[in-house]
């Protein structure tokens, strides 16, 4: 897909969820797989979870914590208060 020089293209991170890319882009999968979508934006997984990797499914929502507690809204890691 050739760059656009109209203007950079926008990815927005969030520490808990996906990189949101403005499209259309081509992802290029580490087996060299490449994964085309023509979307205004495009959630790219982090978590590796997602049924539909290398796309977003939303299934880092359904990690649920150590313990059996309720499912958590987020991806990172528990954090000690005293660290």
């Not at 797989?33 to 495009?42: E, I, L, N, Y």
Request: proline share 11%; glycine share 8%; aromatic share 4%.
């Amino acid at each position: 897909m050739p760059d656009s020089a109209e203007r950079p293209r926008r990815v927005t991170v969030d520490p808990d969820g996906p990189l949101l890319v403005e499209g259309p882009v081509e992802v290029v999968g580490d087996d060299g797989t490449v994964f085309t979508s023509r979307r205004f934006t495009v959630a790219i997984c982090t978590c590796r979870r997602s049924r539909t990797y290398p796309w977003c499914d939303t299934s880092h929502r359904r990690r649920v914590k150590p313990g059996g507690g309720q499912a958590r809204t987020t991806d990172s890691p528990e954090r000690d208060p005293a660290s």
